[in-house]
């Protein structure tokens, strides 16, 4: 739970921590010497306590300055921490003011830090050493840090080796809602299965989102949106299904494979069907994530594997970060494996860094984790039954969970209800001897 936390911290490694009293920050001319908005340590501390706060939500987003506070446990560190920040603009990812509240060990009382526009430069300029925020800063993130990040998963199934659960981050998401919604799926029960629009005729010129998608595969219970594409909407890497090639140009910088071991039934050989019985038998996962920069140089290569996926690494398994620290928020969706084998894919609506879901991941208990397409791309439909006596309850309903912020070079947007199309899919198809399927839609 720690790593990601101390990663922030090593970036403050340059900064002096000596007290010398109350620090403000005021505009004036600079030569740039002092401009704070040179000190990436302190820019990259406020940024990752900024994801601590209470999200602001689409209601409240149009109304222009608000102020955000978060106020830490007392025990854990020092007693009477709070933090406030000012944003001035909707959807504002910086702050434009922070307040920090702290009681540091060399003060005999609890000292407040007010700083504004910490990062508005060029013209601020320090009038005090810059150690005595850097030490409020840094309590106050290891006390958060060793708090929780996650409420715990209940995890609820849908049918065998299917089940669900949402959890509330309370680090991460800067706009809209806090929770996660999960998806654990068993290899042992579903097989993994990518789809280009492309590969059909018709799906080619029918372009849908993932609503329309798990209409078109009567096998899945749960699709989800592929990895990131290009503007001709042609796939970003490799992809293969059931020993099929679909997409064959390998992405040079992805290190990262979903890869299954076994092919579609009905392609199997006898030999291979009664080899995949005997797996399922003995409870063996078939599927799992490969990483080209942690796997011995003697392990199987992606392109060996009958079906394989190729994204870009967040978390691996020697608990690294494996995306850069950015301000790029936007809805997120990554999928993980967990020490079981099993799959588990998360989706957030609201706003997140890629760094922020790596920590949040990493919290899950993932031990390796891939990030795929995120923005308004980030969709996830899942079958659900309906619950209850009468007409319509005990039917099979599709819900579906879709992404409503999105990031460009203009900064971070909100839009509701509006799912794009998507060139490429996964789908978590039941294998044969599991539930039921649906009709076949064109």
């Not at 002096?16 to 990436?40: E, I, K, M, N, Y």
């Not at 840094?138 to 998963?153: D, R, V």
């Not at 080796?161 to 654990?184: H, I, Q, S, Y």
């Not at 998360?346 to 984790?369: E, H, K, R, Y």
Request: glycine content about 10%; proline content about 6%; aromatic content about 10%.
């Amino acid at each position: 739970m720690f790593r990601f936390f101390c990663q922030i911290i090593s970036l403050l490694a340059f900064c002096s921590l000596t007290l010398t009293g109350c620090l403000t920050w005021a505009a004036g001319p600079s030569d740039g010497a002092d401009d704070f908005s040179g000190r990436q340590g302190l820019k990259a501390m406020v940024w990752h306590l900024a994801g601590w706060l209470e999200p602001a939500e689409a209601a409240a987003e149009g109304q222009g300055k608000t102020v955000r506070s978060i106020t830490a446990p007392d025990g854990v560190v020092s007693d009477g921490l709070k933090l406030s920040m000012t944003f001035d603009e909707p959807l504002a990812s910086w702050p434009s003011a922070l307040e920090v509240q702290c009681r540091v060990p060399s003060a005999q009382s609890p000292v407040a830090v007010s700083d504004a526009r910490p990062f508005g430069g060029p013209n601020l300029k320090g009038t005090l050493d810059e150690g005595f925020l850097t030490e409020c800063l840094s309590i106050f993130a290891q006390k958060l840090g060793q708090g929780q990040w996650l409420s715990e998963p209940q995890w609820e199934q849908l049918e065998p080796g299917l089940f669900v659960a949402t959890v509330k981050a309370f680090f991460g998401p800067r706009f809209g809602p806090r929770e996660l919604f999960l998806v654990k799926i068993s290899p042992k029960y579903f097989r993994l299965s990518p789809y280009l629009e492309n590969e059909n005729e018709t799906w080619k010129n029918d372009q849908v989102g993932v609503g329309g998608w798990i209409k078109r595969l009567p096998q899945a219970a749960v699709v989800i949106n592929g990895g990131q594409y290009y503007p001709n909407r042609t796939y970003m890497g490799l992809l293969k299904r059931g020993g099929k090639v679909i997409s064959g140009t390998t992405h040079k910088s992805f290190m990262g494979f979903i890869v299954q071991d076994d092919v579609e039934e009905s392609v199997q050989t006898a030999e291979q069907s009664q080899a995949a019985e005997q797996s399922l038998a003995a409870e063996q996962s078939q599927a799992g994530i490969l990483d080209l920069d942690t796997a011995p140089l003697a392990s199987r290569r992606p392109e060996s594997y009958p079906t394989a996926i190729q994204s870009y690494m967040v978390l691996d398994r020697l608990g690294r970060t494996r995306v850069k620290s950015s301000d790029k928020l936007a809805s997120r969706l990554a999928i993980g494996e967990d020490a079981a084998g099993d799959f588990v894919v998360a989706i957030n609506q609201g706003a997140m860094t890629l760094a922020d879901l790596a920590g949040l991941m990493d919290n899950l208990g993932l031990v390796s984790v891939l990030g795929l397409d995120g923005g308004l791309e980030a969709q996830l439909a899942i079958e659900v039954e309906v619950e209850g006596e009468g007409e319509g309850y005990g039917e099979r309903q599709t819900r579906i969970f879709a992404g409503r912020y999105a990031n460009n070079f203009l900064g971070t947007f909100l839009i509701d209800d509006f799912q794009p199309s998507l060139p490429s899919v996964i789908a978590f198809e039941r294998r044969a001897s599991n539930a039921p399927t649906r009709p076949l839609e064109p």
